[in-house]
């Protein structure tokens, strides 16, 4: 009768083990759940990127004055009736 209690107490333990450190275990299931809600924080961050950039892409597509207006800030562009001021921060 010892004997049969411990073999079951050994079934047990082993059972334990495997719950708490071995595939599929609790630390595993919660280290995924944690990449996943990472992930898943990373993906709202870049959707919300290609929002703003599918937005300056219809707009730049749709009004002639936000090309203009592109053209002004980066690449300097001046009409032929305009005057250009550089002012200088010393």
Known sequence: M???????VVLILLLQVRLWVGEGSFAQV????QAIA???AENAD???RNERLYAEVRNLRN????VEERARMNLGLIRKDE???LVLDH
């Open 83 to 85: 005057t250009f001021f």
């Open 30 to 33: 919660w280290s995924l759940r």
């Open 38 to 40: 990472e992930q898943r």
């Open 63 to 66: 009004e002639e004055s936000a």
């Open 2 to 8: 010892k004997t049969l209690w411990a073999l079951l």
């Open 46 to 48: 870049l959707a919300a």
